[in-house]
């Protein structure tokens, strides 16, 4: 039967490297460590600008949908006062379900445009570069 080895005894000193190794193994990785972060920031630089490009895209088309949505309002107004009008002169409906038609048909359309611009809206920010200046490790699969 084989006694373990005692404390302080160098049977296992063959299996360490020595101090001299582990400092060569350190100054040779340090350099790819800088590589490696110097390549993340650049490339972070890199979507930082197609994520501006982006927002401003998204305000210009969300200012456009605004701007649309508005000229929809006014021309449904005076649509709805047309449509009023020749409804009324054309058929015997009440004049109630006219309006209920037409005011219904004027809140969805308003309604299919708000949503577009919330849409829209939420794409705006720097969501993926601060995740990725935030990132606690390397390379993490996305």
């Known amino acids: ?6 404390f302080g005894s160098t049977n296992g000193a063959a299996d360490t490297p020595p101090a001299d190794n582990i400092l060569s193994t350190l100054t040779s990785i340090v350099p ?3 590589t490696n972060y110097k390549d993340r ?25 605004a701007i649309c949505a508005f000229s ?13 009008s020749y409804g009324l002169y054309l058929t015997d409906l009440s004049p109630g379900l006219i309006i209920a038609i037409v005011i219904l048909l004027h809140v969805l359309i308003i309604a299919w445009l708000i949503a577009a611009i919330r849409n829209l809206t939420a794409e705006v920010g720097f969501k993926r570069s601060w995740s990725s200046l935030t990132q606690s490790s390397g390379d993490d699969g996305e």
């Open 32 to 34: 790819a460590i800088l």
């Open 1 to 6: 039967m084989s006694e373990p080895p005692e």
């Open 41 to 65: 920031i650049n490339a972070t630089k890199d979507l930082v600008a197609v994520e501006w490009q982006l927002t401003v895209r998204c305000i210009v088309l969300a200012a456009i949908l």
């Open 72 to 84: 929809l309002l006014l021309v449904s107004w005076f649509g709805l006062i047309g449509l009023l």
